[in-house]
């Protein structure tokens, strides 16, 4: 799809900054009226790992003006085979200012924002309304929908990515021209079905291609450069070095982008829309542990997680034992059970199985033991 640039030319180019990009200036399709777009453009990126890496050291290299990064997460070691911002010397430093040192120091002309937060419902508005395009580079579908809900309400245009194993896809969706996410996705799968990065696993080099994917759809909205891939679903197979798109259409009946949408606001809670009322935060399972109330805590990971870390008074029993059921024995029908995992993947699947097995009074830990140790 043509469409007219995004942003406007900004302030002339400085002699510095007109060597720096001569080799994007050079191209005709491009020229300096698209480098004085991307100087004057605002690019919000939710996400600085896998995905978020590659696309803010790309946003910065080519000269977006003012870059945003939102993430809360600090820098682990198991990050560094993908988020390539990153080195060892970051490792238990907050991602957002991590990745601005290393985005100043690509590009000093450059201004980076730092919101160091989990985007939710109550500041996704007020962050967004201060950019132009949105990319999404996160991995979960809670904040997938919240970033579409805020976007397609500001009528901002956002790109959007997702890698696991050796699958990418890309998309950009904006309202006012196609579809948006929730055209594709009306609603969420079930928590059970999904696994993120490290349940599944991901090639590393992949979220190099897919993000390179989004970075490049987001110049050429800014520019106006060649043809948006609005209402096309870009598909890259790293096995098979393949490429494919699906067309999507705009749904007439979506509940936020529809002509006569029955959703105008943001959702109060997208963990809860995307989850299960059989979960429990981080928060209120520690208010539970200090008023000691009776429950089994169960931590449903291997052997060797368990003895990396643990929450206070959880018992081990490896999901496998719930998915031959001879765990079935070993639970109490008097007593509340919490399941916990890593990320709360594993922890639902397993609730899954007790659940269908008369352990009705039971729910899992929403997020795992990664967001019991945001605390």
């Known amino acids: ?45 939710i996400g600085a790992g896998g995905l978020g890496s590659p696309t803010l050291m790309y946003c910065a290299a080519a000269g977006v003006g003012t870059i945003g990064i939102v993430d809360f997460d600090s820098v682990d070691e198991s990050n560094l085979h993908r988020q390539i911002l990153f080195g060892q010397s ?48 996160t991995d979960n579908f ?53 696994q993120n990065c490290a349940e599944a696993g991901v090639l590393g080099v992949l979220c190099a291609t897919v993000a390179s994917m989004q970075v490049n ?3 050429k909205a800014i520019t106006g450069m060649g043809e948006v891939q609005v209402g096309q679903l870009i598909i890259y ?8 798109k699906i067309e999507v259409q705009k749904n007439p009946q979506c509940p936020i982008c529809s002509e006569n949408p029955t959703q105008t606001s943001l959702l109060d809670d997208y963990e809860l829309f995307c989850g299960s ?6 928060e209120a399972l520690q208010s539970k542990i200090e008023k000691g109330e009776d429950f089994i805590l169960i931590d ?58 008369g352990f009705t009074n039971s729910r899992h830990l929403r997020g795992g033991i990664l967001a019991w140790e945001k605390l």
């Open 277 to 282: 009322i059989n979960e429990i935060s981080a």
């Open 217 to 219: 759809e987001a110049i």
């Open 1 to 45: 799809m043509k469409l007219s640039p995004l942003v406007n030319p900004g302030p002339t180019l400085s002699a510095d900054e007109l060597r720096r990009y001569s080799r994007q200036i050079v191209i005709p399709q491009f020229g300096l009226q698209g480098q004085e777009s991307l100087k004057n453009a605002k690019v919000l990126c």
């Open 142 to 194: 809670a904040t997938r929908y919240l970033i579409n809900d805020a976007a397609v309400l500001l009528d901002k245009p956002y790109v959007w990515g997702s890698v696991n194993r050796f699958d990418g896809q890309a998309a950009i969706f904006w309202s006012a021209h196609g579809p948006c996410y929730r055209c594709v996705h009306p609603t969420p799968p079930a928590p059970e079905s999904v």
């Open 90 to 137: 970051d490792i238990g430093n907050l991602k957002v200012e991590a990745a601005r040192t290393k985005l100043i120091e690509t590009n000093p002309y450059v201004q980076v924002n730092t919101y160091p937060v989990r985007l939710d419902a109550s500041n996704a508005l007020q962050i967004f309304a201060e950019y132009d395009l949105i990319i999404d580079a």
């Open 300 to 357: 449903v990971r291997e052997i060797e997680e368990f003895e990396q870390s643990r929450i206070p008074g959880s018992k081990l029993i490896p999901k496998s034992f719930f998915l031959d059921l001879t765990v079935l024995t070993e639970l109490p029908h008097d007593k509340e059970i919490i399941l916990h995992c890593r990320s709360g993947i594993r922890s639902a699947q397993c609730l899954e199985v007790i659940q269908r097995n």
């Open 237 to 244: 197979d790293a096995l098979d070095a393949g490429y494919s």
